[in-house]
């Protein structure tokens, strides 16, 4: 089994203090930064684009995990490797081209993440499965943090998980929206093992991150 992950989303930090709480979730132990990047299009919110992310990175070495919620996609790959992202993670409703999308990050050199909508199948993605470094599962509608976690997507961890013994493949299983000490276990059980969470690290236990991400991680 997979050692569990936590990717803290940066979208519950102090937007104003977002280098010193980067640097915070590093000594807390994270194993990613997760960093939600919305257009005001694919999703009804707006957050950060490649300069902030190029500037943030500078001064950490932990790996940046970036989720684009960005329609054209594929345009804008690019800016995203350059500015420091390790993980790139598409919609494959964001894309003209899913199979051109994954090997313009594959050429890039950076990890290649898909992600599912709750309503999004995985027949989607089933033929790219062994091109793909991580699935990105959305346990919510995409666009806002602090939103309640879908159990029913539980179901498509599982499928992955038993189209990845059956093909011997290795790609991460990640989850993201409204993940919190109730919850992540059940997740983990059916085979997620990288866990995204915003609002539970950052507001739980008085906003003790440590704590939080720990508690999360031994789940
Ligand atoms: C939603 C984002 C998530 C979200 C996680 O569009 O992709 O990363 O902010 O935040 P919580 O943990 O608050 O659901
Ligand atoms: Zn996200």
């Known amino acids: 089994m997979k050692k569990i992950q936590i990717s803290p989303s940066i979208l519950s930090a102090d937007f104003s203090q977002l280098g010193k709480e980067i640097k915070r979730l590093e000594e807390a132990g994270a194993d990613f930064i997760h960093v939600d990047v919305m257009d ?9 684009g490649p300069p902030v992310i190029k500037a943030l990175k500078k001064n950490c070495s932990i790996k940046f995990d970036v989720h684009l919620m960005i329609s054209p996609v594929h345009e804008f790959i690019e800016a995203y490797a350059e500015a420091g992202a390790d993980i790139i993670t598409i919609h494959p409703e964001a894309t003209e081209d899913l199979s051109a999308s994954i090997l313009k990050i594959k050429k890039l050199k950076k990890k290649v993440g898909v992600s599912l909508n709750p309503e999004t199948k995985v027949n989607v993605i089933k033929d790219y499965l062994s091109q793909i470094d991580l699935v990105l599962i959305m346990s919510v509608n995409p666009g806002f943090g602090g939103q309640k976690f879908m159990p029913k997507v539980l179901d498509k ?9 059956n093909h011997n493949l290795n790609f991460d299983i990640e989850i993201d929206g409204g993940i919190n000490f109730e919850n992540s276990k059940l997740v983990i059980e059916a085979g997620a093992n990288i866990l995204v969470s915003g609002t539970t690290i950052f507001k739980s236990n008085n906003g003790n991150i440590k704590k939080n991400i720990d508690l999360l991680k031994s789940s």
């Open 40 to 48: 005001g299009h694919f999703v009804p919110n707006l957050t950060i």
């Open 157 to 165: 961890v599982k499928e992955l998980k038993d189209i990845q013994k």
